[in-house]
Protein backbone atom coordinates (compact mmCIF):
# COMPACT_ATOMS: atom_id res chain seq x y z
CA UNK A 1 0.00 0.00 0.00
CA UNK A 2 2.40 2.37 -1.32
CA UNK A 3 -0.12 5.48 -0.29
CA UNK A 4 0.51 5.14 3.37
CA UNK A 5 3.90 6.08 2.94
CA UNK A 6 2.84 9.59 3.06
CA UNK A 7 3.77 11.37 6.02
CA UNK A 8 0.84 11.32 9.30
CA UNK A 9 0.64 13.99 10.60
CA UNK A 10 -3.30 15.02 10.69
CA UNK A 11 -3.42 18.73 10.58
CA UNK A 12 -1.72 18.48 7.41
CA UNK A 13 -3.68 16.05 5.90
CA UNK A 14 -6.75 17.50 6.63
CA UNK A 15 -5.48 21.09 5.25
CA UNK A 16 -4.37 19.07 2.04
CA UNK A 17 -7.95 17.00 1.85
CA UNK A 18 -9.66 20.63 2.38
CA UNK A 19 -8.06 22.09 0.02
CA UNK A 20 -7.12 19.10 -2.78
CA UNK A 21 -10.05 16.51 -2.31
CA UNK A 22 -12.69 19.31 -4.10
CA UNK A 23 -10.49 19.38 -7.40
CA UNK A 24 -10.70 15.21 -7.35
CA UNK A 25 -13.18 15.41 -10.33
CA UNK A 26 -10.99 17.94 -12.78
CA UNK A 27 -7.59 16.09 -11.79
CA UNK A 28 -9.83 12.92 -12.84
CA UNK A 29 -11.18 14.13 -16.27
CA UNK A 30 -7.75 16.12 -17.03
CA UNK A 31 -6.36 12.36 -16.27
CA UNK A 32 -8.61 10.24 -18.54
CA UNK A 33 -7.96 13.04 -21.20
CA UNK A 34 -4.69 12.51 -20.71
CA UNK A 35 -4.32 8.76 -20.69
CA UNK A 36 -7.59 7.62 -22.42
CA UNK A 37 -8.12 4.76 -20.46
CA UNK A 38 -10.37 4.88 -17.31
CA UNK A 39 -7.62 2.30 -15.29
CA UNK A 40 -4.79 4.08 -15.96
CA UNK A 41 -6.48 7.65 -15.11
CA UNK A 42 -7.77 6.21 -11.62
CA UNK A 43 -3.92 5.03 -10.99
CA UNK A 44 -2.35 8.54 -11.99
CA UNK A 45 -5.06 10.46 -9.86
CA UNK A 46 -4.66 8.15 -6.69
CA UNK A 47 -0.74 8.64 -7.26
CA UNK A 48 -0.82 12.27 -8.58
CA UNK A 49 -2.39 12.78 -4.74
CA UNK A 50 -0.04 11.14 -2.97
CA UNK A 51 3.13 12.97 -4.49
CA UNK A 52 1.08 15.68 -4.06
CA UNK A 53 0.47 15.21 -0.17
CA UNK A 54 3.98 14.02 0.16
CA UNK A 55 4.62 17.65 -1.08
CA UNK A 56 2.41 19.75 0.27
CA UNK A 57 4.46 21.25 2.96
CA UNK A 58 6.85 22.87 0.14
CA UNK A 59 3.52 23.78 -1.69
CA UNK A 60 3.49 27.64 -1.85
CA UNK A 61 1.67 28.41 -4.88
CA UNK A 62 -0.05 28.78 -7.85
CA UNK A 63 -3.71 27.76 -7.30
CA UNK A 64 -3.91 24.28 -5.84
CA UNK A 65 -5.67 23.26 -9.19
CA UNK A 66 -2.96 24.13 -11.21
CA UNK A 67 -0.04 22.53 -8.96
CA UNK A 68 -2.36 19.28 -8.95
CA UNK A 69 -2.41 19.27 -12.93
CA UNK A 70 1.03 19.90 -12.60
CA UNK A 71 2.33 16.90 -10.87
CA UNK A 72 -0.92 15.29 -12.79
CA UNK A 73 1.54 15.77 -16.24
CA UNK A 74 4.69 14.53 -14.24
CA UNK A 75 2.58 11.49 -12.99
CA UNK A 76 0.96 11.02 -17.00
CA UNK A 77 4.24 11.61 -18.76
CA UNK A 78 6.31 8.91 -16.39
CA UNK A 79 3.31 6.38 -17.28
CA UNK A 80 3.85 6.82 -21.16
CA UNK A 81 7.76 6.55 -20.63
CA UNK A 82 6.79 3.31 -18.72
CA UNK A 83 4.89 2.37 -21.58
CA UNK A 84 6.78 0.25 -24.00
CA UNK A 85 4.24 1.62 -26.73
CA UNK A 86 2.45 5.31 -26.86
CA UNK A 87 -1.27 3.96 -27.29
CA UNK A 88 -1.73 6.30 -30.00
CA UNK A 89 -3.82 3.55 -31.86
CA UNK A 90 -7.47 5.50 -33.21
CA UNK A 91 -5.65 8.93 -32.40
CA UNK A 92 -6.16 11.81 -35.04
CA UNK A 93 -2.71 12.64 -35.80
CA UNK A 94 -1.35 16.44 -36.96
CA UNK A 95 -3.11 17.12 -40.24
CA UNK A 96 -0.79 17.63 -42.52
CA UNK A 97 1.47 20.35 -43.77
CA UNK A 98 -0.21 21.28 -47.08
CA UNK A 99 -3.48 20.45 -45.45
CA UNK A 100 -3.35 23.92 -43.90
CA UNK A 101 -2.99 25.88 -47.15
CA UNK A 102 -6.69 24.90 -47.35
CA UNK A 103 -9.42 25.95 -45.69
CA UNK A 104 -9.98 24.19 -42.32
CA UNK A 105 -13.18 25.34 -42.21
CA UNK A 106 -16.03 24.61 -44.38
CA UNK A 107 -17.88 27.28 -45.66
CA UNK A 108 -19.97 26.99 -43.06
CA UNK A 109 -23.10 29.25 -43.62
CA UNK A 110 -23.09 29.20 -39.68
CA UNK A 111 -26.50 27.54 -38.69
CA UNK A 112 -26.77 23.64 -40.06
CA UNK A 113 -23.62 22.85 -38.70
CA UNK A 114 -24.38 24.47 -35.15
CA UNK A 115 -26.39 22.32 -35.30
CA UNK A 116 -25.08 19.32 -36.05
CA UNK A 117 -22.63 20.25 -33.12
CA UNK A 118 -25.16 20.47 -31.00
CA UNK A 119 -26.69 17.49 -31.75
CA UNK A 120 -23.69 15.15 -31.37
CA UNK A 121 -23.63 13.47 -27.55
CA UNK A 122 -21.45 13.71 -25.17
CA UNK A 123 -19.85 10.16 -25.70
CA UNK A 124 -18.75 10.98 -29.50
CA UNK A 125 -17.45 14.83 -27.95
CA UNK A 126 -14.99 13.21 -25.61
CA UNK A 127 -14.36 10.28 -27.81
CA UNK A 128 -13.33 12.98 -30.62
CA UNK A 129 -11.42 14.62 -28.02
CA UNK A 130 -9.43 12.15 -26.66
CA UNK A 131 -8.91 11.59 -30.31
CA UNK A 132 -6.93 14.56 -30.73
CA UNK A 133 -2.91 13.77 -30.41
CA UNK A 134 -0.65 15.09 -28.01
CA UNK A 135 0.00 17.87 -27.49
CA UNK A 136 -2.73 19.77 -28.99
CA UNK A 137 -5.35 17.52 -26.60
CA UNK A 138 -3.71 18.36 -23.38
CA UNK A 139 -4.03 22.18 -24.51
CA UNK A 140 -7.01 21.76 -25.58
CA UNK A 141 -8.41 20.16 -22.49
CA UNK A 142 -7.08 22.29 -19.96
CA UNK A 143 -8.68 25.56 -22.29
CA UNK A 144 -12.13 23.79 -23.30
CA UNK A 145 -12.76 21.69 -20.32
CA UNK A 146 -10.63 23.00 -17.22
CA UNK A 147 -11.27 26.81 -18.81
CA UNK A 148 -7.61 27.47 -17.96
CA UNK A 149 -6.06 31.08 -19.32
CA UNK A 150 -3.44 30.67 -21.72
CA UNK A 151 -1.12 31.78 -19.46
CA UNK A 152 -1.99 29.30 -16.95
CA UNK A 153 -1.71 26.69 -19.69
CA UNK A 154 1.84 27.65 -20.22
CA UNK A 155 3.12 27.29 -17.04
CA UNK A 156 1.76 23.89 -16.87
CA UNK A 157 3.08 22.72 -19.93
CA UNK A 158 6.28 24.76 -19.57
CA UNK A 159 5.88 26.30 -23.26
CA UNK A 160 5.46 30.22 -24.01
CA UNK A 161 1.95 31.39 -24.09
CA UNK A 162 2.32 32.04 -27.82
CA UNK A 163 3.00 27.90 -28.03
CA UNK A 164 -0.44 27.71 -26.57
CA UNK A 165 -2.17 30.05 -28.89
CA UNK A 166 -0.79 28.19 -31.77
CA UNK A 167 -1.57 24.59 -30.34
CA UNK A 168 -4.95 25.45 -29.24
CA UNK A 169 -5.50 27.08 -33.14
CA UNK A 170 -4.36 23.57 -34.15
CA UNK A 171 -6.22 21.43 -32.16
CA UNK A 172 -9.58 22.84 -32.75
CA UNK A 173 -8.67 22.51 -36.44
CA UNK A 174 -8.19 18.98 -36.38
CA UNK A 175 -11.03 18.60 -33.63
CA UNK A 176 -12.84 20.17 -36.49
CA UNK A 177 -11.86 18.25 -39.44
CA UNK A 178 -12.52 15.07 -37.41
CA UNK A 179 -15.63 16.01 -36.80
CA UNK A 180 -16.72 17.10 -40.26
CA UNK A 181 -15.27 13.92 -41.75
CA UNK A 182 -17.50 11.51 -39.13
CA UNK A 183 -20.51 13.95 -40.57
CA UNK A 184 -19.40 12.92 -44.00
CA UNK A 185 -18.57 9.22 -44.64
CA UNK A 186 -15.77 8.88 -47.35
CA UNK A 187 -17.22 8.81 -50.98
CA UNK B 1 -2.51 41.66 -40.38
CA UNK B 2 -1.88 38.37 -42.59
CA UNK B 3 -4.55 36.04 -42.60
CA UNK B 4 -2.07 33.54 -41.28
CA UNK B 5 -1.42 35.76 -38.43
CA UNK B 6 -5.41 36.19 -38.23
CA UNK B 7 -6.31 33.14 -37.83
CA UNK B 8 -4.21 32.15 -35.30
CA UNK B 9 -4.91 35.40 -33.44
CA UNK B 10 -8.89 34.79 -33.94
CA UNK B 11 -8.45 31.90 -31.47
CA UNK B 12 -7.08 34.26 -29.26
CA UNK B 13 -9.31 36.67 -29.59
CA UNK B 14 -12.43 34.36 -28.98
CA UNK B 15 -11.10 32.77 -25.85
CA UNK B 16 -10.77 36.88 -24.68
CA UNK B 17 -6.97 36.85 -23.75
CA UNK B 18 -5.78 39.41 -26.19
CA UNK B 19 -5.05 43.16 -25.03
CA UNK B 20 -7.39 46.28 -26.47
CA UNK B 21 -4.72 46.94 -28.88
CA UNK B 22 -4.38 43.38 -31.12
CA UNK B 23 -7.98 42.32 -30.52
CA UNK B 24 -8.95 45.70 -32.27
CA UNK B 25 -6.61 44.64 -35.16
CA UNK B 26 -7.86 41.42 -35.28
CA UNK B 27 -11.21 42.86 -35.37
CA UNK B 28 -10.69 45.34 -38.05
CA UNK B 29 -9.02 42.33 -40.27
CA UNK B 30 -12.07 39.80 -39.93
CA UNK B 31 -14.51 43.01 -40.69
CA UNK B 32 -12.35 42.74 -44.50
CA UNK B 33 -11.46 39.44 -44.84
CA UNK B 34 -15.04 36.89 -45.19
CA UNK B 35 -12.64 34.05 -45.21
CA UNK B 36 -11.45 34.97 -42.04
CA UNK B 37 -14.65 35.64 -40.33
CA UNK B 38 -16.01 32.59 -41.66
CA UNK B 39 -13.03 30.82 -39.24
CA UNK B 40 -14.16 33.17 -36.55
CA UNK B 41 -17.95 31.93 -36.66
CA UNK B 42 -16.82 27.89 -37.18
CA UNK B 43 -14.57 28.56 -34.11
CA UNK B 44 -17.08 30.15 -31.89
CA UNK B 45 -19.92 27.55 -33.51
CA UNK B 46 -17.03 24.67 -31.52
CA UNK B 47 -16.49 26.21 -29.32
CA UNK B 48 -20.26 26.64 -28.17
CA UNK B 49 -20.60 23.14 -28.87
CA UNK B 50 -18.03 22.10 -26.78
CA UNK B 51 -19.19 24.48 -23.81
CA UNK B 52 -23.17 22.64 -23.45
CA UNK B 53 -21.49 19.38 -23.92
CA UNK B 54 -20.97 17.12 -20.87
CA UNK B 55 -17.03 16.82 -21.44
CA UNK B 56 -16.37 16.26 -17.72
CA UNK B 57 -16.00 12.92 -15.99
CA UNK B 58 -16.77 12.27 -12.12
CA UNK B 59 -14.33 10.85 -10.29
CA UNK B 60 -15.44 7.12 -9.10
CA UNK B 61 -16.68 6.61 -5.45
CA UNK B 62 -13.78 4.40 -4.90
CA UNK B 63 -11.29 6.29 -6.44
CA UNK B 64 -12.05 9.18 -3.69
CA UNK B 65 -12.30 6.65 -1.08
CA UNK B 66 -8.97 5.03 -1.50
CA UNK B 67 -7.57 8.39 -1.23
CA UNK B 68 -9.14 9.58 1.64
CA UNK B 69 -8.54 6.04 3.10
CA UNK B 70 -4.36 7.22 2.40
CA UNK B 71 -4.75 10.23 3.69
CA UNK B 72 -3.22 9.84 7.73
CA UNK B 73 -6.32 10.24 9.92
CA UNK B 74 -6.65 12.13 13.28
CA UNK B 75 -5.65 9.88 16.35
CA UNK B 76 -9.11 9.91 18.30
CA UNK B 77 -7.53 8.50 21.31
CA UNK B 78 -5.27 10.91 21.15
CA UNK B 79 -8.23 13.94 21.01
CA UNK B 80 -10.49 12.80 23.16
CA UNK B 81 -9.02 12.31 26.31
CA UNK B 82 -8.57 15.54 27.20
CA UNK B 83 -12.19 16.92 26.10
CA UNK B 84 -13.49 13.82 28.03
CA UNK B 85 -11.77 14.72 30.96
CA UNK B 86 -12.52 18.33 30.97
CA UNK B 87 -16.39 16.82 31.03
CA UNK B 88 -15.94 14.61 33.80
CA UNK B 89 -14.20 17.61 36.02
CA UNK B 90 -17.48 19.29 35.78
CA UNK B 91 -19.13 15.86 36.60
CA UNK B 92 -16.98 13.97 38.56
CA UNK B 93 -18.27 15.47 42.24
CA UNK B 94 -15.17 14.68 43.51
CA UNK B 95 -14.41 11.26 43.05
CA UNK B 96 -11.58 10.34 40.99
CA UNK B 97 -12.40 8.94 37.78
CA UNK B 98 -9.92 8.50 35.01
CA UNK B 99 -10.34 9.75 31.52
CA UNK B 100 -10.61 6.57 30.33
CA UNK B 101 -13.53 5.67 32.62
CA UNK B 102 -15.83 7.98 31.36
CA UNK B 103 -18.48 5.51 29.97
CA UNK B 104 -19.87 4.98 26.71
CA UNK B 105 -21.19 1.59 26.08
CA UNK B 106 -21.41 0.63 22.98
CA UNK B 107 -23.44 -2.42 21.40
CA UNK B 108 -22.71 -3.30 17.74
CA UNK B 109 -24.49 -5.84 15.60
CA UNK B 110 -22.21 -6.29 12.94
CA UNK B 111 -23.33 -8.74 9.91
CA UNK B 112 -19.92 -11.09 10.00
CA UNK B 113 -17.45 -12.55 12.73
CA UNK B 114 -14.83 -10.70 11.46
CA UNK B 115 -13.83 -9.71 15.24
CA UNK B 116 -10.47 -9.23 15.78
CA UNK B 117 -10.27 -6.10 12.61
CA UNK B 118 -13.61 -4.91 13.66
CA UNK B 119 -12.34 -4.15 17.08
CA UNK B 120 -10.72 -1.44 16.81
CA UNK B 121 -13.22 0.01 13.92
CA UNK B 122 -16.16 -0.41 16.76
CA UNK B 123 -14.26 1.27 19.65
CA UNK B 124 -13.24 3.93 16.61
CA UNK B 125 -16.88 4.50 15.57
CA UNK B 126 -17.39 5.32 19.22
CA UNK B 127 -14.85 7.27 20.50
CA UNK B 128 -16.31 9.62 17.13
CA UNK B 129 -19.56 9.56 18.66
CA UNK B 130 -18.47 11.39 21.81
CA UNK B 131 -16.07 13.03 19.89
CA UNK B 132 -17.96 14.63 17.20
CA UNK B 133 -21.15 16.28 19.12
CA UNK B 134 -22.75 13.44 17.20
CA UNK B 135 -23.81 11.17 19.45
CA UNK B 136 -27.17 10.32 18.52
CA UNK B 137 -29.47 11.19 15.23
CA UNK B 138 -32.46 10.57 16.88
CA UNK B 139 -32.91 11.83 20.43
CA UNK B 140 -35.57 9.92 22.16
CA UNK B 141 -36.07 8.14 25.86
CA UNK B 142 -38.92 6.16 23.71
CA UNK B 143 -38.17 2.94 21.85
CA UNK B 144 -41.55 3.36 20.01
CA UNK B 145 -39.40 6.74 18.55
CA UNK B 146 -36.10 4.86 17.92
CA UNK B 147 -36.78 1.65 16.44
CA UNK B 148 -39.48 3.21 13.51
CA UNK B 149 -36.71 5.78 13.01
CA UNK B 150 -34.19 2.78 11.62
CA UNK B 151 -37.00 1.67 9.51
CA UNK B 152 -35.04 2.10 5.21
CA UNK B 153 -31.81 3.54 7.15
CA UNK B 154 -30.65 -0.19 7.30
CA UNK B 155 -31.29 -3.81 6.03
CA UNK B 156 -31.61 -5.29 9.93
CA UNK B 157 -34.01 -3.76 12.04
CA UNK B 158 -32.12 -3.44 15.32
CA UNK B 159 -34.08 -4.16 18.50
CA UNK B 160 -34.56 -1.25 20.55
CA UNK B 161 -35.42 -2.17 24.29
CA UNK B 162 -35.83 0.77 26.74
CA UNK B 163 -33.78 -0.59 30.35
CA UNK B 164 -34.28 2.41 32.15
CA UNK B 165 -36.08 0.14 34.85
CA UNK B 166 -32.93 -1.54 34.63
CA UNK B 167 -30.74 1.43 35.27
CA UNK B 168 -29.55 1.82 31.77
CA UNK B 169 -31.49 4.71 29.62
CA UNK B 170 -32.14 4.90 26.23
CA UNK B 171 -31.09 8.02 24.42
CA UNK B 172 -31.46 7.41 21.49
CA UNK B 173 -30.17 5.93 17.77
CA UNK B 174 -27.73 6.80 15.35
CA UNK B 175 -26.46 5.60 12.12
CA UNK B 176 -22.65 4.71 12.00
CA UNK B 177 -20.44 3.05 9.92
CA UNK B 178 -18.67 0.54 10.76
CA UNK B 179 -16.14 -1.95 8.20
CA UNK B 180 -17.60 0.40 5.68
CA UNK B 181 -21.25 -0.29 5.92
CA UNK B 182 -23.88 1.54 7.67
CA UNK B 183 -24.67 -0.32 10.80
CA UNK B 184 -27.36 0.90 13.88
CA UNK B 185 -26.19 1.64 17.34
CA UNK B 186 -28.69 2.64 19.82
CA UNK B 187 -27.40 4.77 22.36
CA UNK B 188 -27.78 4.16 26.25
CA UNK B 189 -26.93 6.21 28.86
CA UNK B 190 -25.65 4.32 32.77
CA UNK B 191 -25.21 7.65 35.16
CA UNK B 192 -22.78 9.43 33.22
CA UNK B 193 -21.78 7.19 31.04
CA UNK B 194 -23.21 6.78 27.55
CA UNK B 195 -23.88 3.43 25.61
CA UNK B 196 -23.59 2.40 22.18
CA UNK B 197 -25.39 -0.44 20.71
CA UNK B 198 -24.24 -1.61 17.36
CA UNK B 199 -26.48 -4.04 15.50
CA UNK B 200 -25.91 -5.47 12.27
CA UNK B 201 -26.85 -9.05 10.37
CA UNK B 202 -25.17 -11.90 10.26
CA UNK B 203 -24.88 -14.68 7.88
CA UNK B 204 -24.98 -17.53 10.82
CA UNK B 205 -28.14 -17.77 12.92
CA UNK B 206 -26.57 -19.27 15.04
CA UNK B 207 -26.43 -18.05 18.78
CA UNK B 208 -23.12 -17.06 19.79
CA UNK B 209 -22.37 -16.21 23.71
CA UNK B 210 -21.45 -13.16 24.95
CA UNK B 211 -17.62 -12.56 25.07
CA UNK B 212 -15.44 -9.91 27.12
CA UNK B 213 -12.97 -8.00 25.18
CA UNK B 214 -11.22 -4.89 25.80
CA UNK B 215 -9.19 -2.56 23.52
CA UNK B 216 -7.60 0.84 23.87
CA UNK B 217 -9.10 0.75 27.88
CA UNK B 218 -12.55 0.17 26.40
CA UNK B 219 -14.46 -2.92 27.14
CA UNK B 220 -16.48 -4.47 24.27
CA UNK B 221 -18.87 -7.21 25.15
CA UNK B 222 -20.05 -9.44 22.08
CA UNK B 223 -22.53 -11.75 21.02
CA UNK B 224 -25.00 -13.32 18.30
CA UNK B 225 -28.31 -13.23 18.95
CA UNK B 226 -31.22 -13.99 16.15
CA UNK B 227 -29.52 -13.52 13.28
CA UNK B 228 -27.82 -10.50 14.59
CA UNK B 229 -24.19 -9.42 16.08
CA UNK B 230 -24.27 -7.09 18.25
CA UNK B 231 -21.16 -5.27 19.97
CA UNK B 232 -21.07 -3.19 23.46
CA UNK B 233 -18.78 -0.76 23.38
CA UNK B 234 -17.85 1.27 26.88
CA UNK B 235 -15.69 2.49 29.38
CA UNK B 236 -17.54 1.21 31.83
CA UNK B 237 -16.12 -1.54 33.94
CA UNK B 238 -16.47 -5.00 32.83
CA UNK B 239 -18.97 -6.67 35.31
CA UNK B 240 -21.73 -3.29 34.27
CA UNK B 241 -21.08 -3.49 30.25
CA UNK B 242 -22.28 -7.74 31.52
CA UNK B 243 -25.04 -6.65 33.41
CA UNK B 244 -26.25 -4.18 30.42
CA UNK B 245 -25.68 -7.45 27.96
CA UNK B 246 -27.58 -9.40 30.27
CA UNK B 247 -30.64 -7.54 30.95
CA UNK B 248 -30.76 -6.46 27.27
CA UNK B 249 -30.88 -10.13 26.28
CA UNK B 250 -33.10 -11.12 28.90
CA UNK B 251 -35.80 -8.02 27.69
CA UNK B 252 -34.80 -9.10 23.99
CA UNK B 253 -36.13 -12.91 24.67
CA UNK B 254 -39.07 -11.55 26.84
CA UNK B 255 -40.37 -9.59 24.12
CA UNK B 256 -39.70 -12.07 21.44
CA UNK B 257 -41.76 -14.10 23.78
CA UNK B 258 -44.29 -11.77 24.53
Redesign the interface.
Known amino acids: ?P??A?????D???R??DVA?PH??????MA?YLLRDATD??DA??EC??RA?KHFDSYRGPAIKLWLFAILRNVCHSEYARRAHSPSTGAIEDIAEDAEQT??????Q?TP??AM??Q?D?GA??RL?SALAEPFRETFVL???QNL??REIADIAAVPVGTV??R??RA?AM??SA?LAEEEPPK | MTCDEA???L??LI?G?LDAGHAREVETHIATCP?CA??L???R????????????????L???Q??????????PQIQIVPSRRAVLRGFAMGSAVSAIAATGLVAIVLRNDDRQRLESEIVSAHLRSLQAGHLTDVLSTDQHTVKPWFNGRLDVAPPVIDLTAQGFTLIGGRLDYVDARAIGAIVYRRRLHVINLFVAQTSSSEPRAAKAESFQGFNIRSWSEGGLNFWAVSDLAADELAEFSDKLQTAMKSSAAG
Open positions: MLRANDDPKARFRLLDDVYTRAEVQYLLPLWHEAEEALRRAIRVREISYMSLARLRW | KILHADEATEAAVELKQAMAGAQLRYTAPALRRIEAALPQAQ
